[in-house]
């Protein structure tokens, strides 16, 4: 789930080009600032300011190609070597030599006859295995320079409401469940994350103290299970509600929707969804079968979702 120990990326060379569509002209140093590289044809305030390639990917396009590439041809502007670099996800971050690089973005559509490389051999390694980075701290990155590849690891946190679990009068077997899906939606993404879970009464103050403190700890997203019926002690919803800074509507509406039209009960279900800070929280209801069917239809938006938070155009 979590890395085991920190990976090494050697920087080879560094690179810029003053007009976009050419190649990029090693150069002894670049300095990174809130745009990108000063001077770079490419630097702006978008997310994809920087662009790297490693030189395991170059290697290999050589051997295949024949051609003799310089460091730069590829249009990247950090050439390295250590890490195969498509192999990182967005949110990754690269951290060294008093700078610090977010990914956000792995491959990019190939300009095809656009492409001096392309032209030349009819194929291009940067729209596979290239990546993209935003500048997070500024400095100055020149060869030699060793930056540590830090993956971001997602905190997620499932909260099962039961006045009875919470007593130990029967087994919890919704939050499992819970737990189950997010680790298989992670695994499926090859995304690290980290996981805890917790049984506590339908108790509002109690509920709100848990959601605060994983707001302030910059949880990823939290996901209760119960308390989202109409039942004296059904709370969940109405502690959660004014607790977010925007709500998305559309996917509890979906699943009720969904399900409703087969299960009328389904639609009963008051759960939320929405974000708190740049935690997003889900309220579902408290059996195993609806836990299945709510986190199927969460797993299809939630990347889409963590990309736009980071902003990230994903489309």
Not at 25 to 44: M, T, Y
Not at 182 to 193: E, I, K, V
Not at 245 to 272: C, Q
Request: hydrophobic share 40%; charged share 25%; aromatic share 6%.
């Amino acid at each position: 789930m979590v890395q085991d120990k920190p990976i090494m990326v050697e920087v080879v060379s560094v690179n810029i080009s003053e007009q976009k569509g050419t190649t990029k002209k090693a150069v002894e140093s670049i300095q990174l600032n809130s745009l990108g590289i000063k001077g770079d044809a490419h630097a702006g305030a978008w997310h994809r300011q920087v662009s790297m390639l490693g030189v395991e990917s170059i290697d290999r396009f050589t051997k295949s190609s024949g051609l003799s590439i310089k460091y730069g041809d590829f249009a990247e502007n950090i050439t390295t070597k250590g890490f195969e670099l498509f192999e990182s996800k967005p949110g990754d971050r690269f951290i060294g030599a008093g700078v610090e690089l977010e990914v956000t973005q792995i491959g990019k559509i190939c300009h095809g006859d656009d492409c001096a490389i392309y032209r030349q051999v009819g194929k291009c390694v940067m729209p596979k295995e290239g990546i993209f980075v935003r500048v997070i701290k500024g400095g100055t990155l020149k060869a030699g320079d060793q930056l540590s590849f830090v993956p971001k690891v997602y905190k997620v946190k499932v909260i099962t409401l039961s006045d009875r679990a919470s007593r130990g009068e029967y087994k919890d077997l919704s939050g499992p469940e819970v737990a189950m899906q997010t680790g298989d939606f992670f695994s499926a993404l090859a995304w690290q994350y980290e996981l805890d879970t917790e049984i506590i009464p339908d108790d509002p103050e109690l509920l709100e103290n848990r959601l605060i403190d994983a707001r302030n700890a910059k949880y990823d997203m939290v996901i209760t299970t119960g308390g989202t019926g109409i039942g004296p002690r059904d709370i969940t919803p109405d502690v959660v509600k004014p607790l977010l800074d925007k709500e998305i509507p559309g996917i509890m509406e979906h699943i009720r929707l969904k399900y409703g039209t087969e299960k009328p009960n389904a639609l009963i279900s008051r759960g939320v969804a929405g974000i708190m800070g740049s935690t997003f929280i889900y309220t579902l209801p408290g059996s195993v079968k609806a836990v299945k069917e709510y986190m199927a239809e969460i797993a299809k938006v939630q990347k889409h979702l963590f990309l736009m938070l980071m902003g990230i155009d994903s489309h």
